[in-house]
């Protein structure tokens, strides 16, 4: 009984803590934007002659879509996602993110990160000032094309993301 009485008071004692909170909200990716960046990505590095894989990604990191070109390596999807998943976790560009870990050797561990590739070609996805997401792309022959067809992407759903 006393156990009781001692769980009901630590309970009571929370909610004073409760009532003050208010409910984070946070701007997201939604599915016909990450379909239709991924859709713009894939696109742009076709017009190049590339086959790349695009994946987008939502503010915490989990895929919303991924699309990948015929003929283009198996390994892209993973890269895509890989780019995309550690841009909008560093909330920058993954191309700056390599360029700072080369200049500065206290940065070197970052790439020991689960799930991060310091190699160009993920971008941050924002709405004014807020990272919603990011786009990763992979296949093209350097990390500045893939890049420059992850801007495409963006480009191309801007409008529609607020």
Same mark, same amino acid.
């Given at each position: 009984?006393?156990? !009781? &009485?001692?769980?009901?008071? +630590? *309970?009571?004692?929370?909610?004073?803590?409760?009532?003050?909170?208010?409910?984070?909200?946070?701007? @997201?990716?939604?599915? *016909?934007?990450?379909?239709?960046?991924?859709?713009?990505?894939?696109?742009? =590095?076709?017009?190049?002659?590339?086959?790349?894989?695009?994946?987008?990604? %939502?503010?915490?990191?989990?895929?919303?879509?991924?699309?990948?070109?015929? &003929? *283009?390596?198996?390994?892209?999807?993973? +890269?895509? &996602?890989?780019?995309?998943?550690?841009?909008?976790?560093?909330?920058?560009?993954?191309?700056?993110?390599?360029? +700072?870990?080369?200049?500065?050797?206290?940065?070197?561990?970052?790439?020991?990160?689960?799930?991060?590739?310091?190699?160009?070609?993920?971008?941050?996805? &924002?709405?004014?000032?807020?990272? !919603?997401?990011?786009?990763?792309?992979?296949?093209?022959? @350097?990390?500045?094309? %893939?890049?420059? =067809?992850? #801007?495409?992407?963006? %480009? #191309? +759903?801007?409008?529609?993301?607020?």
């Amino acid at each position: 009984m006393l156990n !009781i &009485r001692l769980a009901v008071a +630590a *309970a009571a004692a929370l909610f004073p803590a409760l009532a003050g909170a208010q409910a984070l909200q946070e701007r @997201n990716m939604p599915l *016909a934007a990450a379909q239709s960046i991924a859709q713009g990505a894939v696109e742009a =590095c076709a017009a190049k002659g590339f086959n790349v894989a695009a994946a987008v990604v %939502d503010r915490a990191g989990v895929v919303r879509a991924l699309l990948r070109a015929d &003929r *283009a390596g198996s390994h892209t999807p993973d +890269a895509a &996602r890989a780019k995309a998943f550690t841009s909008a976790s560093l909330r920058n560009g993954t191309a700056a993110v390599a360029d +700072a870990v080369e200049k500065n050797p206290a940065q070197r561990n970052l790439g020991q990160i689960q799930g991060f590739l310091l190699l160009g070609g993920g971008l941050p996805i &924002r709405v004014g000032d807020e990272v !919603i997401g990011a786009v990763g792309v992979g296949g093209a022959p @350097n990390g500045q094309l %893939d890049e420059e =067809c992850a #801007k495409a992407g963006i %480009d #191309k +759903a801007q409008a529609s993301l607020g």
